[in-house]
């Protein structure tokens, strides 16, 4: 069945930055468009940026452009989050999904001096 795992979040300070990855199995990576969303206490869940299949063509959310990449590496079944000049409002759980429905459990990062 398909799995997604997110990992690499955790505590940093504003301008900081950090990598979230989303490892996938289950179904043919490659193929598929994958998303990051995001979601912080009390509001809706957020699409923060997309990729498509090969990773030729990438969207962002008008918050984080110019700050976070996305980027995929297909041989590995993995899809990245880096983040960069992190801000207290991207404070949130990240979470990877694929075009199926399918979530990860999500990973925490809190941006706090």
């Known amino acids: 069945q398909v799995q997604l795992v997110e990992s690499g979040g955790g505590l940093v300070q504003p301008g900081g930055s950090l990598r979230l990855s989303c490892a996938a199995s289950?179904?043919?990576?490659?193929?598929?468009?994958m998303f990051w969303y995001r979601q912080s206490p009390g509001k809706e869940r957020e699409l923060v940026a997309t990729?498509?299949?090969?990773?030729?063509?990438?969207n962002y959310a008008v918050s984080v452009k110019g700050r976070f990449t996305i980027s995929r590496d297909n041989a590995k079944n993995t899809m990245y989050l880096e983040m960069n000049n992190l801000k207290t409002e991207d404070t949130a759980v990240y979470y990877c999904?694929?075009?199926?429905?399918?979530w990860g459990q999500g990973t925490q990062v809190t941006v706090s001096s």
């Open positions: 999904t694929d075009p199926f429905g399918s």
């Open positions: 289950g179904f043919t990576f490659s193929s598929y468009a």
């Open positions: 990729i498509t299949p090969n990773g030729g063509v990438t």
